[in-house]
């Protein structure tokens, strides 16, 4: 069955930054796209962004361009979202989920809550 | 872009069929063809539960249902209303909804979310 396990909860200072890992299965990884969804505390949900698992392609969303990085790794399956600068409003859960453009958001991770704490 | 536009609640009696709707513009969701609708239960990742407008994934409860109806506003802007309808709801339902399109930006866009009450 198709799986995405994404590493475990997080604090940051103010500035620092998070890297988040995403680990899959059950699929051909290389032909899927990757997008990171964040969610802030009783809020929506909002797209951060997109990575190709075939050739590293990304597409950004444009309030968090110059802070985000998004990585595969094609040898463990394996998506990672980086994000930098961190201020207290990136507090949220943030969760990978399976998608390539018109493609629906079909398989999601269990989702890892960051906190941005002084 | 902003956020699509849902209705903040709804709600409906067990047994009863709810629908919520979930509308942007033609800039916004290119031509409506491509929307999906998820399911949060608190705590927990979205979950798929409607995709190109209509469509159920293996799973899904034959009690949701996808459909989309569309408005010209304008000779170069039209609006595009996606819905999602639960028919014989059941406590289980009760949860948050969001839909999302993909649009003409090559990024997808949420809904701001509707917040379904099981009476």
């Known amino acids: 069955q198709i799986q995405l396990v994404q590493s475990g909860a997080d604090v940051k200072k103010p500035g620092a930054s998070v890297k988040v890992s995403c680990k899959t299965s059950?699929?051909?990884?290389?032909?899927?796209?990757i997008s990171w969804v964040r969610q802030a505390p009783g809020q929506g949900l909002e797209w951060m962004g997109w990575?190709?698992?075939?050739?590293?392609?990304?597409n950004y969303a444009q309030n968090l361009r110059g802070r985000l990085t998004m990585t595969t790794d094609t040898s463990t399956n394996t998506a990672y979202m980086e994000l930098r600068s961190l201020i207290f409003d990136d507090t949220a859960v943030y969760y990978c989920?399976?998608?390539?453009?018109?493609?629906?958001?079909?398989?999601w991770g269990q989702g890892t809550l960051v906190t941005v704490s002084s | 872009q902003s956020a699509l536009t849902q209705p903040a609640s709804v709600s409906g009696s067990l047994g009863q069929s709810i629908t919520i709707s979930c509308t942007g513009t033609?800039?916004?969701?290119?031509?409506?063809?491509?929307v999906s609708w998820y399911q949060q239960h608190p705590g927990k990742a979205p979950k798929l539960i409607i995709y190109?407008?209509?469509?159920?994934?293996?799973?899904?409860?034959?009690?949701f249902s996808g459909s989309k109806s569309v408005n010209t506003a304008s000779l170069t802007e039209s609006v595009n209303t996606a819905s999602l309808t639960i028919t014989g709801l059941q406590a289980e339902d009760e949860a948050n909804y969001y839909c999302?399109?993909?649009?003409?930006?090559?990024?997808?866009?949420f809904g701001a979310g509707t917040k379904l009450t099981v009476l």
């Open positions: 059950g699929y051909s990884f290389s032909s899927h796209g």
């Open positions: 033609s800039s916004d969701a290119d031509g409506y063809y491509y």
């Open positions: 990575i190709s698992a075939y050739n590293g392609n990304t």
């Open positions: 999302s399109s993909y649009t003409s930006n090559t990024t997808p866009l």
């Open positions: 989920a399976r998608w390539s453009h018109v493609d629906p958001f079909d398989y």
């Open positions: 190109d407008v209509s469509n159920r994934p293996s799973g899904v409860s034959s009690r």
